[in-house]
């Protein structure tokens, strides 16, 4: 078993680490060997959407998803809190520049991206259903909007998740994937046979896990017609 990072943040202003984080832990760790070997031998463009703590970049970085030596990771979050934890968490847990690198990057969603440079992509949505998805906050002071940030994902907690997969053949690499965490209330079994059946994806189930009153998912994207060199 892979090592959970180490964490200290102020819960008040990133989302605390839970049930779901540690489902796409596991999902990675389960999809190590898969990821060494597709990405073998090149460098690889590794980043996350929406880090939060940090602990799921820091944990790519600290146990190599998909290689120490050969990546390159970013993090990209529109809260400014988000990225300074991401930053702290990853220098906690002593992921070095020696080693990997890192950059953290303030982002709305997949805005700063280039296109088809990103090997790994991985996303903790925000997937709560929600009324409407919340405004952007005027000031960093506005913590508890920073927050509902992180949670809500407007209707079947879907609007931002739904972005970014309609994103994905745009910013992923031919050979590029992503790792897509949804709950059972954003109706994932309906998403994934539509979007077989309309966009070119291969969306395969990694982990599932009931969590409390959640039932979580992470699912993998990758090209329905990549060629693999």
């Known amino acids: 078993m ?43 463009i590794v980043g996350e959407i929406g880090p939060g703590s940090g602990i799921v970049t820091t944990f790519m ?3 190599g998803v998909p290689s120490k030596s050969t990546s390159l990771y970013f993090a990209l979050d529109i809260s400014p809190w988000a990225l300074e934890a991401t930053k702290e968490t990853a220098k906690l847990n002593e992921c070095s520049e020696k080693d ?20 790994i992509l991985v996303f903790n949505p925000p ?9 952007v906050p005027s000031t960093r002071e506005e913590t508890d909007q920073w927050l509902d940030l992180a949670l809500l994902g407007g209707k079947d907690g879907m609007v931002i998740t739904q972005k970014v997969i309609d994103q994905l053949d745009y910013i992923l690499s031919p050979k590029g994937v992503a790792y ?5 209330r954003n109706k994932p079994e309906e998403l994934v046979a539509k979007v077989m059946e309309t966009q070119p994806w291969n969306v395969e189930l990694v982990e599932h896990r009931k969590a409390g009153w959640e039932v979580l998912s992470v699912y993998r994207f990758s090209r329905s017609n990549e060629s693999i060199i």
């Open 180 to 184: 897509i965490l949804f709950c059972a």
């Open 127 to 135: 997937y709560v259903p929600a009324e409407d998805v919340p405004e």
């Open 100 to 119: 990997s690198y890192l950059e953290v990057i303030q982002s709305d969603l997949t805005t700063s991206l280039r296109k088809k440079q990103v090997d």
């Open 61 to 63: 970085m600290k146990n």
């Open 2 to 44: 892979l090592p959970t990072p180490y964490i200290k943040c102020d819960y008040d202003k990133v989302y605390e680490p839970s049930e779901d984080s540690f489902l796409v832990l596991d999902s990675l760790e389960k999809d190590i060997s898969f990821l060494n070997e597709r990405f073998q031998n090149q460098l690889a």
